[in-house]
């Protein structure tokens, strides 16, 4: 099977994964360590498209499922409160998710709680996109530099089931638990956080 309709699907699959998942510079930098011969730009183009589209259809899936079936319609009222303070702000949204794309900063839970406002995905798929072919580019270029000037072994390098990981992991689901219980109508318009009541 060809390399690059692989690494599509590798990195497809680990986008519709809504926790819990390798990230997928992690895959970029064990490709650039390993394969630092064979890594250019086009398999950073590759993964950008595939993490794209992995996390759109997770966006999609968050509004199908969660938002249609599992959001009460006071939940529903509130996140759409935020949904008209992003729509005043396409600009802000754009640089929002361009900047985070470039960090290796897990991005599932932005897309799970953009698919609760059931706003367009493409307003940051394009973002998502740019900034994350940026930083597969990066991340393959840094695991073939390190490659040739470091000798380590895979165990050494590449350490996935970590305790920093896990944490981060758990506290990503509270954020994305709490996007959808504070509210907020009160705190656009008083700037202070608290429940949306029961």
Known sequence: MNSNLILFLVVF????IP?????TWMVFSF???????HMGW???????VAATMGRSLLGKLSHTIVRNHWLSEAAKKNVDSFKLELEKRPKLTFGVFLFY?????????LFIAYGFTAMPLIR??????????VSYTIWTMTGAAISQKL??????????????FILTQLAFLAAVYAFARVDWNFFLQRRKLRWLPK
């Open 124 to 133: 940051i798929a394009l973002p998502f996109l740019m900034g994350r072919f």
């Open 42 to 48: 086009s398999y950073a183009l590759v993964g950008a």
């Open 19 to 23: 926790a819990f998942a390798p990230p």
């Open 31 to 37: 490709l650039g360590f390993q394969f630092p011969e």
């Open 13 to 16: 699959l680990l986008n519709i």
């Open 101 to 109: 794309a470039f960090t290796p900063l897990p991005s599932n839970f």
């Open 151 to 164: 000798d380590l072994d895979d165990s050494d390098a590449f350490q996935y089931a970590s305790i920093y």
